[in-house]
């Protein structure tokens, strides 16, 4: 036991979080992440609304804006969908071992880098269609308005895809990446 414990105190901790401080990481983490997905569930669910009640109490819509009605709706059901799928595994995660959690972040980095690939793409397609759609039927008739808006349009489309996802997509992957070596590190040091 005695060399178990010198073994112990002799190991390098450098700039590894305590056990406190780990346990804390990862209740945060977990609030964070839960927080974050039922936030993106109830915006979905709050623009299905707004969508469906703008389409039952305006009279005269477009086939243009119907259909970008529709392409919202399905961008809102993509949203709620995979966080609504992927929120049972946060709220799983309650006491897990330090090998446990480590896997519980790889595979939430294998998800958030198929999240980033494909299904943030659709969702912002969708979107983005919908949004130009459902736009037409308010400004076809003022080239000033069609020039104005399709202008911030595709400016906020082209922020959105190239500067601020990217951004979002390093910034949040650093911090797990970061989460998960430090977790490595302790990992190494116990086996």
Not at 108 to 113: E, G, S
Not at 181 to 186: G, P, Q, V, Y
């Given at each position: 036991?005695?060399?178990?414990?010198?073994?112990?105190?002799?190991?390098?901790?450098?700039?590894?979080?305590?056990?406190?401080?780990?346990?804390?990481?990862?209740?945060?983490?977990?609030?964070?992440?839960?927080?974050?997905?039922?936030?993106?569930?109830?915006?979905?669910?709050?623009?299905?609304?707004?969508?469906?009640?703008?389409?039952?109490?305006?009279?005269?819509?477009?086939?243009?804006?119907?259909?970008?009605?529709?392409?919202?709706?399905?961008?809102?059901?993509?949203?709620?969908?995979?966080?609504?799928?992927?929120?049972?595994?946060?709220?799983?995660?309650?006491?897990?071992?330090?090998?446990?959690?480590?896997?519980?972040?790889?595979?939430?980095?294998?998800?958030?880098?198929?999240?980033?690939?494909?299904?943030?793409?659709?969702?912002?397609?969708?979107?983005?269609?919908?949004?130009?759609?459902?736009?037409?039927?308010?400004?076809?008739?003022?080239?000033?308005l069609i020039l104005l808006f399709y202008t911030v349009a595709v400016a906020w489309t082209?922020?959105?895809?190239?500067?601020?996802?990217?951004?979002?997509?390093?910034?949040?992957?650093?911090?797990?990446?970061?989460?998960?070596?430090?977790?490595?590190?302790?990992?190494?040091?116990?086996?």
């Open positions: 036991m005695n060399e178990l414990k010198a073994i112990w105190q002799t190991a390098k901790t450098d700039g590894l979080p305590t056990a406190t401080e780990m346990a804390a990481m990862a209740k945060k983490f977990r609030y964070e992440k839960l927080r974050n997905k039922v936030l993106s569930i109830a915006v979905g669910v709050i623009a299905i609304v707004i969508m469906l009640v703008f389409f039952f109490r305006t009279p005269t819509l477009e086939k243009s804006t119907i259909v970008g009605i529709a392409f919202t709706l399905i961008a809102c059901i993509i949203l709620i969908y995979t966080n609504a799928r992927s929120i049972k595994r946060f709220v799983n995660l309650k006491d897990y071992s330090n090998r446990e959690f480590v896997l519980f972040l790889e595979q939430t980095r294998r998800n958030q880098l198929f999240y980033y690939k494909y299904t943030q793409v659709f969702g912002l397609v969708f979107s983005f269609i919908g949004l130009f759609l459902f736009m037409y039927q308010f400004v076809n008739h003022q080239p000033i082209m922020f959105m895809s190239l500067y601020l996802r990217p951004r979002n997509f390093k910034k949040q992957s650093a911090k797990l990446n970061n989460m998960l070596s430090s977790l490595k590190k302790i990992n190494d040091q116990l086996q």
